[in-house]
């Protein structure tokens, strides 16, 4: 059974930092892309990050460049998937979702949502300002 489970969203006041994480299980997810995207209020999902399955190329959108950090851990064939993120403002206000991409290069990290295959059901993230 696939399962990508997201934690470590909540509520933060304006320049702090929050931790996200998604656990990924039930395929050989250490060969698969790994991707953070965001639905905030009335908006539709963008791309916040991604990181390939070798773990050497990494994509984030412009937005949040500089700002948060992806990473992931493999163990087997589950992939643990962070994103560390600093200096959070009201705009970064979203339901943050964790993705699969069964990517064909170990060097590939996109940031099309529909190139990704399995999704979590999302954390939500509210930055008070």
């Known amino acids: 059974q696939v399962r990508l489970i997201e934690s470590g969203g909540g509520l933060v006041q304006t320049g702090g930092s929050l931790r996200l994480s998604c656990t990924a299980s039930?395929?050989?997810?250490?060969?698969?892309?790994m991707g953070w995207f965001r639905q905030a209020p009335g908006k539709e999902r963008e791309f916040v990050a991604a990181v390939s399955w070798s773990g050497t190329t990494t994509n984030y959108a412009a937005s949040v460049k500089g700002r948060f950090t992806i990473s992931r851990d493999n163990v087997q064939n589950t992939v643990t998937v962070y994103l560390q993120m600093n200096n959070l403002n009201p705009e970064d206000t979203a339901v943050y979702y964790c993705?699969?991409?069964?990517?064909?290069?170990?060097?590939?990290?996109?940031?099309?949502?529909?190139?990704?295959?399995?999704w979590g059901q999302g954390t939500h993230v509210t930055v008070s300002s």
């Open positions: 993705a699969a991409d069964q990517a064909q290069y170990p060097d590939d990290a996109h940031t099309w949502q529909y190139e990704y295959d399995y």
């Open positions: 039930g395929r050989t997810f250490s060969r698969y892309a």
